[in-house]
């Protein structure tokens, strides 16, 4: 499986922004899927997680409230809406893959990773 996150870019606090990360295959709807995000200075951190169906949906306190956590199976894709967001969000964010286990916020669980997106937050 490869991922292809996108969407990242700068904005201003407060403004939103979708990032997608496009999955190739035909499994996609077998894997639970997570983002994560790396700050400058920073350790990779959990923001969301989705189930296969994206009937479940798991997030970070920091995010909670202001992201959301979607997919479409028939696009393949996942998607990260983030709103009201905060200089604090400023990172690389990571679409990840394939998640076993019982702990969504641990990147170990993931099998694949995608290359990343840089979401600049200015004051």
């Known amino acids: 499986v490869q991922l292809q996150a996108s969407g990242g870019g700068l904005v201003h606090a407060g403004d939103s922004l979708r990032l997608s990360c496009a999955a190739s295959?035909?499994?996609?709807?077998?894997?639970?899927m997570g983002w994560f995000r790396q700050a400058p200075g920073k350790e990779r951190e959990f923001v969301a997680h989705i189930s296969r169906q994206g009937g479940s949906t798991y997030y970070a306190d920091s995010v909670k409230g202001r992201f959301t956590i979607s997919r479409d199976n028939a696009k393949n894709t996942v998607y990260l809406q983030m709103n009201s967001l905060k200089v604090e969000d400023t990172a690389v964010y990571y679409c990840?893959?394939?998640?076993?286990?019982?702990?969504?916020?641990?990147?170990?669980?993931?099998?694949?990773w995608g290359q990343g997106t840089q979401v600049t937050v200015s004051s």
């Open positions: 990840a893959a394939d998640f076993y286990g019982d702990d969504y916020a641990r990147e170990a669980a993931y099998t694949y």
């Open positions: 295959g035909r499994t996609f709807s077998s894997y639970r």
